[in-house]
């Protein structure tokens, strides 16, 4: 199946953008989705809370 965590979700995105893993950020709230995106070399970001801030999370990502 193609859905998440299953790489193939992952290689069936890159395809679709027609890019490569140094242009993404993968962000989501699921370990097992996060690892899963960094196992094929993409950067990821994994958010705890819905209620993180919007702001709290673009500086997490420029530090990517």
Do not use: M, Q
């Not at 893993?21 to 699921?30: G, T």
């Not at 690892?35 to 994994?46: H, R, V, Y």
């Amino acid at each position: 199946h193609k859905v998440k965590p299953n790489k193939e979700f992952f290689y069936d995105i890159l395809k679709d953008l027609n890019t490569d893993v140094n242009n993404i950020i993968f962000i989501d709230d699921d370990c097992r989705n996060i690892n899963s995106a960094k196992k094929i070399g993409i950067k990821t970001f994994e958010y705890k809370s819905i209620n993180d801030s919007f702001d709290e999370i673009i500086k997490e990502i420029n530090k990517l």
